[in-house]
């Protein structure tokens, strides 16, 4: 049997939104928090293969290179980035504590609902002119809009983490000047983490919303947090995080600065790109996998795509049914997922949207 439906428990984490991942997963909303569910065979939580033999997808079929994820956020997440995979191997290697493995995580998130996120440093002018307001605004902001227009990001990433927290509370004072969306951010942040840091971080950052649909590339030593919203993610499979704030886990500031890349990012949203009547690939310079998105219907049947290795298929409307050129079907609705592998080819039919990511 190569095609099999998927499960796995809820991931219970503080910042989770149990209405939003309830709702996609057609179960009864918890009067707690839940956050993720994860379809892989990452050590952390392995997926359940859903069928009479039972057992771990590790247990069925081996390790996979890739995880998928239904990730549902109500508040946001830390302020963090991920290694390369050369520094990854090394510093594992060294036994660094904030290394759990010797792999890179690339990621992918792509938006059910519309998604709020951090991703990438603004551009040059954008971020200096916000800055420039701060320091008119309160002369305590002067030396960061200095630092930043003589030594960039990184000497100004230095210095707000050398920087005393107390500077957090002027921020907070001094946010209208950055306008609405910005000050009720802080404010929001102020109000979940205190004189947190990573507030001042994240003026550094793109405020981005993706529509469902639209996506984000996290390449190495991109910073980024999300905020609020549904989504489907797609990484390798790793648990490296470096996080630099907005977070009760350990945060690893030295190590963070280490793995940041430097440079503006000027377009944070990906160009998704249409290959054929019901299918969108989302490009990325990931090795690890690639991703699609399916809206099969009555008039489009998404025939004969080749299965290079193998695929996890999530579905988030409607129904999608699967096949394999080894005469094996499987129909999976919203919520649920489904693996396939040892085929050369498959094709999905059905009535609804989902996401296939090949590994």
Known sequence: MTLFALGNKPMN??????ALLS????IAEPDYPIAEQ??????TAPAEVLDAKGGTLTERFGELGYLVKFLAAANPLSIQAHPSKAHAARQFLNHHPSYSDANHKPELIIAITDFRALCGFRPEAELQADLDLLANANAGFEPLAEVF???GYKAAMQWIYESDPQLILTLVANASVLGRKRDRLIEQLFQLYGQDLGILVSIFMNLVTLEPGEGLFLPAGNIHAYLEGLGVEVMASSDNVLRGGLTSKPVDVRELLKVL???ELTQPKISVKKLNQGI???PTSAEDFKVYRVEPS??????????PNTAIVVCTQGELTISTSKDETLTIGRGKAAFVAAARLFSVTGNGTGFIALG
């Open 298 to 307: 009555a008039s489009v049947m998404l025939m004969d795509m080749e299965l």
């Open 280 to 282: 969108w690939e989302y």
């Open 13 to 18: 984490y503080a910042w989770g939104s149990a």
């Open 261 to 263: 890349d430097y440079t």
């Open 149 to 151: 227009r003589l030594g």
């Open 38 to 43: 994860w379809f892989g065979t990452h050590p």
């Open 23 to 26: 709702d996609l997963l057609g």
